[in-house]
């Protein structure tokens, strides 16, 4: 056996075959077929497959239920009942029926969209949820369930690995069975959003971890981490029991079809032990685990694995033409005031520049939360100038704004009599073309 399968055992599969050693270690049973049909296939009979239009809604879409008899036998039922659970197990939602229904092989049920309310008619947070459909038969009732999320506004699930497979697990942190070891765990992916907000790891932990798991966003395994973030223990089911872990961090720009990194780890010491859940076959197909037994300084690929993770992405928009309204032409060293506006798509933070066009130096404003309304005075010598202004939320300048603004040379008054002014002052709408000589 070579140095790589060696490792794959004592990481990914060592937790399996030693059955007794500890809370942290499932144990590995042969499945058997209790029946072999050698002349004829063996009926499966009617089976209830409970599934949703997607796996991930943003926050208020519409969740829509499916239920199929994915059997070879008719599935005779009534109700249905659909209950659907938080995170926390508790309902938050139920409604029944009274149908009955003669499903054959394939027909399904679509229900009633759910409008993410519970039912008190708020709208629930953002999280996993388990829709589970049940029917009610004449010899069986038929019962199954369906896992979704919903997720924040404004992002959307990119690269994503969530079968699970329970006897295949790997271990981070303290490891009982070789107490030299460091253990760090590391998936890589490959995005197809320029902006990383969130992970979601599936996680669980020793019942005497006490140090908070760590999570890092890297381009390089050895290199610095593009973003951190923690989560403490208490967040975390025991194992065997394994949940999904958000790890929030502020958004990262990143480079659509490179690789990255999301790293796992925490510190080795005695019984402070995380598992994380995976698969022991290459689903994945855009990246591969790596593990660590050194604290990360070396790592050793994975080629037949998969751990279970889900990343959240999405593309920028950039900011506005900032709007640019105020006076275009006017005298040479009176101050003019000028407004301008603009917003940011997706509500990030926002710093504008303003460039007056003459040799004053520019002025950076900000920060402004999703949009902006500046006024601003500036005055001219004799010329003609470019206003130009932008505005840059955190990863990059958005489309310029321009204003042009004429400032003549000042006319010398043609006429300075006390009657003109005292007539001007009398009648100030009369004599417009008089007026407009005389102050030119």
């Excluded at 404004?154 to 271990?171: I, K, R, V």
């Amino acid at each position: 056996m070579n140095k790589v399968n060696c490792i794959v055992v004592g990481v990914f599969v060592i937790t399996l075959v030693m059955s007794t050693a500890g809370p942290l270690v499932s144990s590995m049973t042969e499945n058997k077929k209790s029946e072999i049909c050698v002349k004829n296939p063996c009926s499966m009979g009617p089976i209830l497959e409970v599934t949703t239009d997607k796996l991930v809604y943003n926050m208020g879409q519409l969740v829509t239920i499916f239920l199929t008899n994915v059997g070879d036998e008719t599935l005779s039922g009534g109700g249905p009942i659909i209950t659907i659970y938080n995170a926390q197990e508790e309902i938050v939602y139920q409604e029944a029926t009274n149908c009955w229904y003669e499903l054959e092989p394939g027909e399904y049920i679509e229900w009633l969209p759910w409008d993410q309310t519970n039912q008190q008619g708020q709208q629930v947070s953002t999280g996993k949820y388990v829709a589970e459909g049940f029917l009610s038969g004449d010899e069986e009732n038929y019962v199954d369930d369906a896992i979704f999320f919903i997720s924040k506004i404004g992002d959307e699930l990119d690269q994503y690995q969530t079968n699970y497979d329970e006897y295949c697990t790997a271990p981070i942190g303290y490891f009982p069975y070789n107490t030299t070891w460091n253990v760090s765990i590391a998936q890589s992916f490959t995005p197809t959003k320029e902006i990383l907000t969130r992970v979601e790891l599936y996680v669980g932990k020793n019942v005497t971890a006490y140090i908070p798991y760590v999570l890092a966003i890297r381009d390089n395994l050895t290199g610095e981490n593009l973003t951190l973030a923690s989560v403490n223990p208490d967040e975390f089911m025991v194992f065997p029991n394994i949940s999904w872990i958000e790890f929030d961090f502020d958004d990262i720009l990143i480079s659509i079809g490179e690789t990255y990194y999301v790293v796992s780890y925490t510190s080795k010491v005695k019984d402070n032990t995380y598992i994380w859940g995976a698969n022991c076959s290459d689903v994945y197909l855009n990246g591969t685990p790596y593990a660590s037994f050194d604290g990360g300084e070396t790592w050793e690929i994975y080629l037949d694995a998969d751990a279970c993770f889900m990343t959240y992405g999405r593309d920028n928009q950039p900011p506005t033409t900032p709007n640019i309204k105020g006076q275009t032409r006017g005298k040479t060293g009176k101050e003019y005031e000028y407004t301008i506006t603009g917003l940011d798509p997706d509500g990030d933070e926002l710093y504008v520049i303003i460039y007056w066009g003459d040799n004053t130096s520019s002025e950076l404003l900000g920060p402004y939360d999703g949009s902006y309304e500046i006024t601003m005075k500036h005055a001219w010598d004799e010329g003609t100038y470019t206003i130009k202004v932008a505005a840059r939320d955190f990863f990059g300048w958005g489309p310029e704004g321009t204003l042009e603004v004429t400032m003549p040379k000042n006319k010398p008054p043609i006429f300075n009599f006390p009657l003109l002014s005292w007539l001007f002052e009398r009648f100030p709408n009369a004599f417009p073309i008089l007026r407009y000589i005389i102050v030119q």
